[in-house]
T-cell receptor
């Protein structure tokens, strides 16, 4: 039972354009969401997070949007750069401080120069 | 470089065997986390330790165990290995272990292949 789903295994965009990575979840108890980036042969790196009390969080070129009613979040990267090419994982947690992170299966982003 | 080190980088072993994976957290971090990334299950949280004590448990099998030592390094022990245990095992660390609000820093992983 996949509680966090990233339905697009891969995405290709042109440098300078917007990249939009999507994530859906089924557990309505999730209240904290994170995005991680992973390069080959490295561990995941935290990118940005959002609490369920917000619907948007921005950090430089990265913005995460949360739509609680649709149980959907998205990561926008503007403008996309070739160095953004990596696998992006979304993750969710339902009880901060005690429970585990549940990860999506990841989306491979390729930014074409 | 996240500052988290994991050894060994690669490990090849046979079914039924036992292995130990080691993790050294970033300097000053009190909490360590173990994750498994396999082809069919994706990235899964296994277990968290804070200052030597188990704090949170995820999808960790009974054949697996972990501990955190007084010097804060951690070991993940995998026993009675099966083919399906072949995966990338990540360790992460954070300062206080306020999971998941605190940023976790991941090591490069140990790739385990069970033949």
């Amino acid at each position: 039972d996949q509680q966090v789903k990233q339905n697009s295994p891969s995405l290709s965009v042109q440098e300078g354009r917007i990249s939009i990575l999507n994530c859906d979840y089924t557990n309505s108890m999730f209240d904290y969401f994170l995005w991680y980036k992973k390069y080959p042969a490295e561990g995941p790196t935290f990118l940005i997070s959002i609490s369920s009390i917000k619907d948007k969080n921005e950090d430089g070129r990265f913005t995460v949007f949360l739509n609680k009613s649709a149980k959907h979040l998205s990561l926008h990267i503007v403008p996309s750069q070739p160095g953004d090419s990596a696998v992006y994982f979304c993750a969710a947690s339902e009880d901060t401080g005690r429970r585990a992170l549940t990860f999506g299966s990841g989306t491979r982003l390729q930014v074409q120069p | 470089d996240s500052g988290v080190t994991q050894t060994p980088k690669h490990l090849i072993t046979a079914t039924g065997q036992r292995v130990t994976l080691r993790c050294s957290p970033r300097s000053g971090d009190l909490s360590v986390y173990w994750y498994q990334q396999s082809l069919d299950q994706g990235l899964q949280f296994l277990i968290q330790y804070y200052n030597g004590e188990e704090r949170a448990k995820g999808n960790i099998l009974e054949r697996f165990s972990a501990q955190q030592f007084p010097d804060l390094h951690s070991e993940l022990n995998l026993s009675s290995l099966e083919l399906g245990d072949s995966a990338l095992y990540f360790c992460a660390s954070s300062v206080e272990g306020f999971f998941p609000l605190e940023t976790q820093y991941f090591g490069p992983g140990t790739r385990l292949l069970v033949l």
